[in-house]
């Protein structure tokens, strides 16, 4: 089956530290690939997401690429801020056994601080 | 655009007592509708999935159960709640014909006590 191996957490950073962190998967097929972002207390936020492989996702200074020869997802910001901090989901997404729709497969998230 | 919402956002229920969570997507018509669980400090997990009215599929056995009663209406519910059902419930849709992203809701925190 699939599956989503993320970087064990926790993640403490210093506010303009460089952030990675590693997401790798195990699929079948032709997966889309997603970060999600989780704020303390509240659902889940996409944060960006790639259809294919070379392809790069990338929002509020965050990016991944789709390198499907490495299968990996990995999440990197330039310069984090405080407001950075959540807990951070890699996932996967592919057709249901049944082919009617799409299921999402997560890893186990990353919780990032950053630090003033 | 279109939104979701999902109630009670905060909620501590005695076990044994009944459960019943409430999710409406806005802005869209079949969408597919998920019900995913975020146990403390673990990953999340798929519970059910619905690709249309009364249509439920269940992911794992357990003592939860799920009804879509109209097209953008998503419930879960339980007839008597056990300790292990705490956790972070969270209720998403995606739309069968614009891909594969799937949209969350802003959680409902069910403690058992």
């Known amino acids: 089956g699939n599956s989503v191996t993320q970087m064990e957490g926790p993640v403490t950073l210093s506010e303009e530290a460089f952030l990675t962190i590693n997401c790798t998967y195990t699929a079948t097929g032709y997966p889309s690939l997603f970060w999600y972002v989780q704020y303390p207390g509240e659902g889940l936020q996409l944060l960006l997401k790639?259809?294919?492989?070379?392809d790069k996702g990338s929002n509020k200074g965050f990016e991944a690429t789709y390198r499907k020869e490495t299968t990996s997802f990995h999440l990197e910001k330039g310069s984090v801020q405080v407001s950075d901090s959540a807990v951070y989901f890699c996932a996967l997404s592919d057709l249901n056994s049944g082919g009617s729709n799409y299921k999402l497969t997560f890893g186990k998230g990353t919780l990032l601080t950053v630090n003033p | 655009s279109q939104t979701i919402h999902q109630w009670p956002a905060t909620l501590v229920q005695p076990v044994g007592s009944p459960l019943s969570l409430e999710c409406t997507v806005e802005?869209?018509?079949?969408?597919?509708l998920y019900w995913y669980r975020q146990a403390a400090g673990r990953g999340l997990q798929l519970l059910f999935y619905?690709?249309?009215?009364?249509?439920i599929s269940s992911e794992v056995p357990q003592n939860l159960s799920a009804s879509r009663p109209q097209d953008r209406q998503f419930i879960l519910s339980s007839k008597k709640l056990l300790l292990s059902d705490s956790g972070f419930y969270l209720c998403?849709?995606?739309?069968?014909?614009?891909?594969?992203?799937?949209?969350f809701g802003e959680g409902s925190w069910l403690t058992v006590v």
């Open positions: 802005g869209t018509s079949n969408p597919n």
């Open positions: 790639a259809t294919k492989a070379d």
């Open positions: 998403a849709w995606s739309d069968p014909a614009g891909g594969n992203t799937i949209y």
């Open positions: 619905s690709v249309g009215i009364g249509q």
